[in-house]
């Protein structure tokens, strides 16, 4: 099954990434020809076999409520594009809300 | 006297034990080297000379002050990091173009493991971008070439630090691996790559790809040099919760236990049509040895080995997907003013992310997106059941499993960065165990018609890398692989 152009699109949009017409050409034979070699999963019956998303036995891990430093505030924003009052500045989000 | 730089790990650490040699005296051997050498080889994408020096004095002062008793592990001993562990102040690129200006402002905790075991930090070596590859060729700055002959990849994503140590350019290194990310370069570098049991080693530092699968592993020229770098960064990290709390071994104590009396599995699904003969005879021949020194040979069946491809390639694209979702241009890294903020979001990663990045990406979104997410990621979920169980199946009757650690010996430059699906097949012997989080490591057990190397790898259950290392030490011993060297070193 080759993928639509439009599913494509999609996948870009939900992965935030603005692909060129060409990368979505690409793409849409790239993921097609992967997505077919993974059909093989399907000849498995895993009716009843629970999914492992860890191979660690499952437990919470709790510690003590104490306070330890944290980095300076001036480190973390040193990276970061543009900050202001110890917070990372972002585009408008919403506008017109006074 | 032999130079410096072709000395293993461990007699590097017995010279400097007897005063024979400073640490400044290394390390600026090491630097000599690199500055020549590296011209060809490509390893490293950051080197930190003076950082390195400033280290390697404060060993040596440090080893002047010393009284009786056993110096830290790695006094002294100049070491290469991939660069996808942070190290403060120093750049830390993951050989993306996204991260290319990033300062971590705090180092891991591998890091400042081996830190605290006295280790010089020489650089930062070359990686597949987010260790997505299997060639280095996916570095967004430049690919790394195998030392063993120039025109061919040294395999991937830590293709940096094993043809760093291939080289002589480091006496070891750390790497990361996902699905066989410091295994099967070790195998294309003629070198030892050991990738430690998913919870041995902290995360804490390592820059996330696939969190269910990453771990932080070593690469050395012998085995009793990864043993003494595993020794120096195992153990339980209360920053990363899926470290786990579980006693770290003295692994030098055991090492040269030889094998007698250990069943060693050959599992059948590991010798498939399409493997290069070489690599297979001399993955047999390994296992003679193996024989002759007193482990028992079984033949053991992995029945769902053809399944860990699809399994690995949809379920590391989907954690893979989630992670990079950070790489925002908000806090760090590139970013690229848009229209707004979506705008901005969608043509940073359009441009700071490489093709092998955004496959993933797209990949891994596809398999988690509504109306897929059943036949994809839970399907895959599942199927990775059914790979774990295979294992402790095999592994209740063995003590560890031995195979082919690659289908090939290294490729050339660019034979195969136009069908991703080839270069995904590039991992089909080190996938399954990545999958079931379990430890392996690869070291050199012969070469083609051509002089490259051949990788062995040694399949262990979990927390029982003390058994992998003494299997591997005793096939080592009995063998002179490891005293190969590439022409260029």
């Known amino acids: ?98 | 006297m032999k130079e410096l730089a072709h000395l293993t790990l461990q007699d590097a650490r017995d010279l400097l034990c007897r005063r024979e040699v400073s640490s400044v005296e290394l390390t600026q051997a090491m630097l000599d080297r690199i500055l020549t050498l590296d011209n060809d080889v490509k390893a490293y994408l950051t080197l930190t000379p003076e950082l390195a020096l400033e280290q390697a004095a404060d060993a040596d002062r440090i080893r002047a002050g010393l009284g009786a008793g056993d110096p830290p592990s790695l006094l002294g001993i100049p070491l290469a990091l991939k660069d996808i562990l942070c190290l403060e102040g120093v750049p830390t690129t993951c050989g993306s173009r996204i991260l290319e200006d990033y300062l971590p402002p705090f180092s891991a905790t591998a890091v400042e493991k081996l830190r605290e075991a006295g280790a010089v930090i020489l650089g930062k070596t070359n990686t597949d971008e987010f260790a997505m590859g299997s060639s280095t060729e996916n570095s967004a700055f430049f690919p790394t070439h195998n030392p063993w002959d120039l025109s061919r990849v040294p395999g991937g994503s830590s293709g940096g630090s094993a043809a760093a140590v291939a080289a002589r350019m480091a006496f070891g290194a750390l790497g990361s691996d996902t699905g066989g990310s410091v295994r099967q370069p070790a195998a294309l570098c003629g070198v030892v790559g050991l990738k430690p049991t998913y919870g041995r080693v902290s995360r804490w530092g390592l820059v996330a790809f696939a969190s269910s699968l990453d771990q932080i592993g070593c690469l050395a020229r012998t085995v009793a040099d990864a043993t003494i770098l595993i020794g120096a960064i195992a153990g339980y990290d209360p920053r990363d919760s899926t470290s786990v709390n579980t006693p770290v071994p003295n692994y030098l104590a055991s090492l040269r236990s030889g094998v007698q009396g250990l069943r060693i599995g050959v599992p059948r699904e590991y010798y498939l049509e399409g493997i290069q003969l070489e690599v297979e005879s001399a993955v047999r021949a390994a296992i003679a040895t193996l024989a002759e020194l007193g482990a028992e040979i079984i033949d053991v069946s992995l029945p769902h080995t053809e399944y860990a491809l699809p399994v690995y390639y949809l379920i590391a694209p989907a954690e893979a997907a989630a992670n990079l979702a950070r790489y925002d241009g908000v806090r760090y890294g590139l970013s690229q003013q848009g229209g707004d903020l979506w705008d901005g979001y969608r043509q940073t990663r359009e441009q700071g992310f490489g093709p092998e990045v955004k496959r993933r990406i797209m990949l891994g979104t596809y398999a988690l997106s509504a109306g897929y997410y059943d036949a994809y990621y839970l399907k895959a979920s599942q199927v990775r059941t059914l790979i774990r169980r295979d294992f402790d199946r095999a592994l209740a009757n063995c003590d560890v499993l031995v195979a082919p650690t690659t289908p090939t010996t290294a490729f050339k430059l660019g034979e195969k960065t136009g069908d991703p699906l080839q270069m995904y097949l590039e991992d089909v012997f080190t996938l399954a165990l990545s999958l079931a989080g379990l430890c392996g490591l690869s070291l050199p057990c012969g070469f083609d018609q051509m002089g490259l190397p051949i990788g062995l790898q040694i399949m262990g259950g979990a927390f029982d890398e003390a058994t992998v290392l003494r299997v591997a030490h005793a096939y080592e011993q009995a063998t002179n692989w490891h005293k190969r060297m590439p022409a260029i070193a």
């Open chain 1, 1 to 98: 099954m080759k993928l639509s152009l439009a599913q494509v699109e999609h996948v870009a949009e939900l992965a935030q990434l603005a692909l060129t017409e060409e990368e979505t050409e690409r793409f849409r034979e790239q993921l097609s020809s992967i997505l077919a070699y993974a059909e093989r999963l399907q000849a498995l019956d895993t009716a009843d076999i629970p999914a492992t998303a860890t191979v660690l036995p499952l437990e919470n891990v709790l510690r003590d409520d104490t306070v330890h430093p944290s980095l300076p505030v001036a480190d973390v924003l040193a990276n970061a594009p543009a900050g202001e009052n110890n917070c990372f500045r972002v585009p408008v989000v919403l506008e017109g809300e006074a």
